[in-house]
């Protein structure tokens, strides 16, 4: 499954069909196009004989013990991955590995540690529980109409026209949640 963003819907069904017709794809079907955000879900099967310049990116990042961390996107035909790894030298074998693959560029290595990690994953998890039903709302609704993303997909105006509500509440809700879920996400940005 791969998310593909900034494609123009007229420019989607020739996505899907280029992907089809990729040396080790037997199926390529299109699962879901948001047309606020232009970004299309993609469900990929592929009969992979295991060459090295064929295997798929998470399958060498799997047998490294390399863990993506969130979903893979492309964007300007380019994969993003976030992963995390149990050492360097698992880490060290997956960039070599998939160096045979192509063009690779590593934006940036950190060692978090493993209970801390762990931890704040909890914290994000139990910060995003304790967002009253409200909250939540409105919340998912910024983000699904495109709020957060640059340029913004919807501005807070729109937001309270969708809520039928006024601006300040609307921007209290988003104000609070995004406090509450930031919050618990600081030990990953540091």
């Known amino acids: 499954m791969i998310e593909a963003a900034n494609v123009e819907a007229d420019e989607v069904d020739r996505l899907v069909e280029w992907l089809a017709t990729h040396e080790v794809m037997s199926i390529a079907q299109l699962i879901n196009y948001d047309t606020d955000r232009k970004t299309a879900v993609i469900s990929l099967v592929g009969d992979y004989d295991h060459d090295p310049k064929t295997e798929p990116v998470l399958n060498i990042l799997l047998k490294n013990q390399c863990f993506p961390s969130v979903p893979a996107t492309v964007a300007r035909g380019r994969e993003h991955w976030s992963v995390l790894t149990v ?7 997956a960039h070599s590995e998939l160096q045979e693959l192509g063009a690779l560029e590593v934006d940036g290595l950190k060692s978090p540690q493993e209970s ?11 910060a995003i529980q304790d967002l009253s039903p409200r909250q939540r709302e409105v919340l998912h609704r910024a983000i699904e ?13 729109t937001l309270a026209e969708l809520d039928d509500a006024n601006v300040s509440t609307v921007g209290e809700h988003l104000r609070r949640s995004e406090a509450k879920v930031l919050t618990a996400a600081v030990p990953f940005l540091q």
């Open 116 to 126: 801390q990690l762990l931890t704040s994953m909890g914290e994000i998890r139990q």
């Open 87 to 93: 050492d360097h030298e698992h880490a060290s074998q």
């Open 145 to 157: 109409h495109g709020y957060y993303e640059s340029p913004r997909g919807c501005n807070i105006e």
